[in-house]
Nanobody
Framework: QVQVVESGGGLVQAGGSLRLSCAAS????????MGWYRQAPGKQRELVST???????NTADSAKGRFTISIDNAQNTVHLQMNSLKPEDTAVYYC????????????WGKGTLVTVSS
């Protein structure tokens, strides 16, 4: 089994910062990509930012310049530093894990709530 543990969510005022962390453990084979998606009320789940084990990133336009993603390959852990938070960043944030091989596998965290007040 694969375990996914998320931390760092909470309540902050607009302009503040949070750091989300996600650690994967268990049967981790062929780790390829880790990252974060989010889902706001009434909206579809959307990409925030992902990073490959080689350090290549893919970040949503809404997060560019404010959010920075990093990965610790030794710990199978991804971090998302979120600065200059806006009320529209309020959502449940889900850790995303992509394992290569055949067939490839996707794992999701249970979600951590980020609330940004105006």
């Amino acid at each position: 089994q694969v375990q996914v543990v998320e931390s760092g969510g909470g309540l902050v005022q607009a302009g503040g910062s949070l750091r989300l962390s996600c650690a994967a453990s268990g049967s981790i084979r062929n780790l390829n990509v880790m990252g974060w998606y989010r889902q706001a009320p009434g909206k579809q789940r959307e990409l925030v930012s992902t990073i490959t084990i080689d350090g290549k990133t893919n970040t949503a336009d809404s997060a560019k310049g404010r959010f920075t993603i990093s990965i610790d390959n030794a710990q199978n852990t991804v971090h998302l530093q979120m600065n200059s938070l806006k009320p529209e960043d309020t959502a449940v944030y889900y850790c995303y894990i992509h394992l290569g091989g055949w067939p490839p596998r996707i794992y999701w965290g249970k979600g951590t709530l980020v609330t940004v007040s105006s």
